[in-house]
C-alpha cells in the first residue's frame, strides 16, 4: 500500500510539452480535499496516470452500465455485494467500462480497509484502488476535481487559440517554410518533418533532438507510416500524419511525432489507441495550411521596376493576370510585346549550394549577382526583353524579336554577352558591378537612339562579334543557359517560359558543354528530372513500384529494387542481369520472381518492363537533387 502525498504529476507534463486536457488520477489525489481524507492506494499504482474525465458518486453494485470510461468512482461501500464473488464481479464491471480508478470511504461499511479479495482483483485488473482513511465530502472533491478538468480546458482552448493566432500571422507575413515548421516545433514540443510525396525530407525541426537519429533512413521509415485519412494518427509509429497541398493539388506531408521523447508515458501505454490532444490535430494541420499558402506567396525585396518584371513574368507563368493587362504594363515599362516572336529563356547555375556558400544570405547574393549579369548581357546584346529572378535559383526572360527568322542569333548574342560579363565581373575589371536588371534595352528603351532600330542591328553585331571570337563553349562557372520555344502571340508565352525552366533544370544532369540548350538536348532521363517535382509523376512512382518499396523497407538486406533495375538495364537479359547484381543466376531467377508477385506483373512482357524501366528512371530523378 502506498501513501499519497501533492506534489507535481509524475507525468512529466509541462507547458511546452504534449499536455492533457484531463487530470490524472495521481493529480486528483494530491487535490486538497483529497488529502483531506488521507487517501491511500491499496491495488493498481500502475494506473495512477489514467486521465480522470469526470467524477461519479455511486453507492450500488450495477453502476458500471451508467458509465462511459474515464470517470473515477467515489463510493462509500454500503451498496456494494457481500460476497467475494460479487466483489470480484463490480471490480470486473468497472475495468471492463474503463474507469480511471474506484475511491472508497472508509468508516460505513468497510472500518479498517476494504476487503482483501476486492483489492486483489483491483490489482489483478490493473485498476488503481484508493482508501479515504477520513471522512471526506464528496461534493468537495466532485467540486475540485471538475474545475481542474474545466481550467485544463479552458488551457487547451488557450493553446489553441495560440495556434491559430501565431498561423494566422505566418500565413500573412509570407513565412518560409523553416519558419512554419520551427513554429510548429516549438508550440508542439515536438520533432516535426516536411516531406514531398517520394518521401524526401524537404524540411525538419527535431525539437531538441538528434536531428541524425529523426532522419535515418527516413525514406523507409516514412512508408511504413501509413494513416488513415487526410490527417491521422499512426499509433504504430507514433506520428501524426496530415497531407500538405493548395488548389486541389497535394505536394507533401507534415509529420508530428507524439510523444516527443521515446519514452511513452504511462497513461499512453494504458491506452495504446488514445492518440495525441485535439490541439496538436489542429496545430498540423494549420501549419500545414500555412506551408500550402507560403507556397502560392512570393515575396520580394527588390526596386520597383524589377518588382514590376517579376509581377509579370508571375503573371505569365501563374496565369495571376490577363495578357493584355501583362502587354499593357510591359510596354508602359519600354517593353513591346505585341507582334513579336517570344522567347522564354532561364539561367541558373547547375548546383543550388556552391563550394564555400552557405545559408540563404549567400544564395540571394548569388541569384542577385546573376540576375544582374542577366540583365547587363541583354543590354549589351541590344536585346529586348522583360526580365527578372523567377524562383530562389534562377533569372528568367522573355525575349521579345521582332522576327523568328533572327532566333537563333539573338540566343547566341546572348549567351556570348552573358559570358563576358561574368568573366568580367570574377575578374574585377570595369563593369563588373552592373546596375540591377532592367527592361530599358532595345527598340522601345529610353537609351535607344532616335530612328535606330536597335534590336534588328544589335544582336546581329553581337552574333557577328560571337562567330569572329569563336564563342562555342559553356558559360563560365556552371552556369546553365536555356530556352524554350519561340512563340508568336503572348498568349503562348508561359509555354515558352515554363519549357526553358524545365529545359534548365533537367540540363544540370547534362555534362556537354553547350551555349545554349534547346529541347531536342533533353533526354528521357533529362525529361523525368525536369518533371520530378510534379505530383502526378510521384504519383506515377508510387503505383508501379510503391509496393516492392515497402517491400525493400520491410526487408534491408533484400533490396530487390537493385534486381529490378540490374535486370531492366542488362536489356531483360537475366544471365547479364545476373552478372551485373552478382547474384547466381537461380539466386536471380528467383529474385525476380518475388518481385513479378510483389508488383503483379509479368516481368517478360515488354510493355509492363517499359512502364517500370520509366519508373525507376523517375524514382532516380526524384531521389537526385
Known amino acids: ?12 507534463v509541462t507547458d511546452g510539452s504534449v499536455s492533457a486536457v484531463f487530470p490524472t488520477v495521481r493529480e486528483v489525489l494530491a487535490l486538497d480535499p483529497v488529502r483531506h481524507g488521507a487517501p491511500r492506494v491499496v491495488a493498481g499504482d500502475d ?11 455511486a453507492e450500488v453494485p450495477d453502476i458500471a452500465t451508467l458509465l462511459g470510461g474515464g470517470e473515477l468512482v467515489l463510493t462509500t461501500g454500503i451498496g456494494l455485494p457481500a460476497d467475494d464473488a460479487g466483489l470480484r464481479a463490480f471490480i470486473g464491471d468497472l475495468a471492463d467500462v474503463g474507469v480511471s480508478g474506484l475511491v472508497v470511504e472508509l468508516g460505513r461499511r468497510y472500518v479498517s480497509g476494504v476487503p482483501r479479495v476486492m483489492a486483489a482483483a483491483a490489482e489483478r485488473r490493473g485498476l488503481p484502488l484508493v482508501e479515504l482513511r477520513r471522512a471526506t465530502p464528496f461534493v468537495r472533491i466532485t467540486e475540485a476535481v471538475h474545475a481542474l478538468i474545466v481550467d485544463a480546458q479552458l488551457t487547451e482552448l488557450r493553446a489553441t487559440e495560440e495556434i491559430h493566432q501565431r498561423f494566422n500571422d505566418l500565413s500573412v507575413e509570407g513565412a518560409e517554410a523553416t519558419e512554419v515548421i520551427r513554429q510548429a516545433a516549438e508550440l508542439s514540443g515536438c520533432p516535426v518533418v516536411l516531406e514531398n510525396l517520394s518521401r524526401q525530407v524537404l524540411g525538419y525541426d527535431p525539437a531538441g533532438e538528434s536531428a ?11 512508408r511504413r507510416i501509413r494513416p488513415a485519412g487526410r490527417t491521422a494518427y499512426d499509433p504504430d509509429s507514433g506520428w501524426l500524419v496530415t497531407t500538405v497541398g493548395a488548389r486541389g493539388q497535394d505536394w507533401g506531408r507534415l509529420l508530428l511525432r507524439w510523444p516527443a521523447s521515446g519514452d511513452v508515458p504511462s497513461a499512453q501505454a494504458i491506452a495504446p489507441t488514445a492518440g495525441p490532444p485535439t490541439r496538436l490535430t489542429i496545430l498540423i494541420e494549420r501549419a500545414a495550411s500555412t506551408l500550402a499558402l507560403g507556397r502560392l506567396i512570393r515575396r520580394d525585396a527588390e526596386g520597383l521596376e524589377r518588382q514590376i518584371h517579376r509581377t509579370l513574368l508571375t503573371a505569365l507563368l501563374d496565369h495571376s493576370r490577363p495578357v493584355d493587362e501583362v502587354a499593357l504594363r510591359a510596354k508602359a515599362l519600354g517593353v513591346l510585346l505585341d507582334r513579336r516572336h517570344l522567347v522564354g529563356v532561364m539561367v541558373r547555375h547547375r548546383a543550388d549550394d556552391p563550394a564555400g556558400e552557405v545559408g540563404p544570405e549567400a544564395a540571394q547574393a548569388r541569384l542577385r549577382d546573376l540576375s544582374e549579369a542577366v540583365g547587363q548581357a541583354l543590354r549589351e546584346a541590344k536585346l529586348t526583353a522583360l526580365t527578372s529572378a523567377v524562383d530562389d535559383n534562377s533569372v528568367g526572360a522573355l525575349l521579345a524579336l521582332p522576327d523568328p527568322a533572327v532566333e537563333d542569333r539573338a540566343l547566341s548574342a546572348f549567351a556570348s554577352a552573358l559570358r563576358r560579363v561574368r568573366l568580367e565581373a570574377g575578374a574585377g575589371r570595369p563593369g563588373a558591378g552592373v546596375e540591377p536588371a532592367r527592361v530599358a534595352s532595345g527598340p522601345d528603351a529610353p537609351r535607344s537612339a532616335p530612328g535606330v532600330d536597335a534590336s534588328r542591328t544589335g544582336f546581329v553585331v553581337e ?27 503572348l498568349r503562348e508565352a508561359r509555354r515558352s517560359l515554363v519549357e526553358a525552366r524545365q529545359i534548365a533544370e533537367a540540363a544540370r544532369r547534362d555534362r556537354r558543354d553547350l551555349p545554349i540548350f534547346r529541347l531536342p538536348h533533353v533526354g528521357l532521363a533529362g525529361l523525368l528530372h525536369l518533371l520530378r517535382d510534379e505530383p502526378r509523376l510521384q504519383t506515377f512512382v508510387e503505383r508501379e513500384l510503391g509496393a516492392l518499396l515497402e517491400y525493400d523497407a520491410g526487408h534491408p538486406r533484400e533490396q530487390l529494387l537493385d534486381t529490378l533495375r540490374a535486370y531492366l538495364e ?14 547466381s543466376r537461380p539466386a536471380f531467377y528467383e529474385r525476380l520472381a518475388r518481385i513479378a508477385r510483389i508488383l503483379d506483373v509479368d516481368l517478360d512482357s515488354v510493355e509492363a518492363t517499359l512502364s517500370l524501366h520509366v519508373a525507376l528512371l523517375a524514382l532516380e530523378a526524384v531521389r537526385t537533387p
Open 1 to 12: 500500500m502506498t501513501p499519497v502525498s501533492g506534489g507535481k504529476s509524475s507525468s512529466g
Open 47 to 57: 494506473g495512477l496516470d489514467r486521465p480522470v474525465r469526470w467524477v461519479h458518486v
Open 212 to 222: 541524425e537519429l529523426l532522419l535515418d533512413g527516413w525514406e523507409q521509415h516514412s
Open 463 to 489: 552574333a557577328t562579334r560571337a562567330a569572329v571570337e569563336g564563342v562555342r563553349g559553356a558559360v563560365p562557372g556552371g552556369v546553365i543557359v536555356a530556352a524554350g520555344s519561340g512563340v508568336s502571340t
Open 570 to 583: 542488362q536489356g531483360r537479359n537475366k544471365s547479364a542481369g545476373a552478372a551485373a547484381a552478382h547474384l
